[in-house]
């Protein structure tokens, strides 16, 4: 049913001993689960084999490197932990921080475990830009921080997540729906429709940039479609400049083929076609905060029509990520409608056609 509120996971709070890499080390960790399903763990110390729990440190001397395709800079601690990855001409930077789980047990089994935290820098990166005072004072502002990052924004919009209002009143975070049902009688197999974007949700007048202003309509209340939801997580929460439409300026566009097109950010996972024989092999190429973009339908021609957002690996291994569909009616990491897995034979997986890094 539409709407259906779906019930909250009891927050509960309990000690695990769970393995750290092939080191064999045991980390203590305290797990404590909120109303949205994330999953929030304090690193309480490790143990060595020596005579007790020892605290992990990058406090002291830390050193850049250089990768290649794509071309980034990776900071790691005194302890050769990998604390940042900045990616050429791209505002996206992972950084190593607090561990959490991403979790949806209504509709998947599969959980995601954590240290990324995904957030835009204020500029596109550039070999040497760790010299530049608005990357120092960028990075000491989040270094370690638990402020909201673009995974906390998008749990945000999940099965059962709590509203938030802002200082006027605007509800601009909570359980989000696609779009409305589809009640025209057409014969395209359809349930809910599309071009709900994250004006629609927020229920207010929209100015963009290029002096057009976004209308939202009352019936998409509360919608977001995918690429409405990718506009909301980015753009609306995280500041990413948008477009009012494809092509209508500087910006993210507005829908997946759009954005999959553009000239934004870096292509990770170059567009080639959109035959199955043209999906992407070297996924292990994305990081947590990618884009994704999917060939769903054969309907839409030479376009590409679903967009998410890469999470990370679950618990099996899997790579998972997160997007707004019909079939839950809203932004998941489920199962229902296809697997959120971007390896193996799967619906989703096999429709993977190319990445980009904003």
Known sequence: MAGKKKSRPVVSALVVLTLVGASGY??????????????????????????????GTDKGEQSWSRLE?????????????????????????TLTGPARTFAEPSSTGSEVSTTDWARLMPEPWTEGAEQEKWFKDWYAEYEGSKEDDLFAFASQYTAGAK??????????AGDANFGPLNTTGAEDGDLRLEQSDFYDYLGIPYPFRDGATGTPESARARSVDCSGYIRMVFGYRARYPLMSADGSGDGLPRTANGMARSKEGVDVLPLTGL?????????????????????????????LDHVGMVLGYD???????????EEVNGPTIGDIGGASRLDGNGYYAKTLRSAKRL
Request: hydrophobic share 30%; no cysteine; charged share 30%.
């Open 69 to 93: 395709n794509p071309a980034r800079s990776v900071l790691r601690g005194a302890d050769r932990q990998v604390k940042a990855v900045f990616t050429d001409g791209a505002r996206t930077a």
């Open 275 to 303: 035959a199955a024989k043209d999906r992407p092999s070297g996924i292990d190429q994305l990081q947590p905060g990618d884009l994704v973009f999917f060939k769903l339908d054969t309907r839409t021609g030479q376009r």
């Open 315 to 325: 618990t099996e291994g899997h790579l998972v990520f997160i997007s707004s569909r």
């Open 26 to 55: 045991l980390t203590v960790e305290l797990r404590k689960q909120d109303e949205r399903g994330v999953t929030e763990i304090t690193n309480v110390g490790v143990l060595d084999g020596s005579d007790g729990p020892t605290k």
């Open 163 to 172: 509203e938030k209002k802002d200082e006027q009143g605007v509800v601009y």
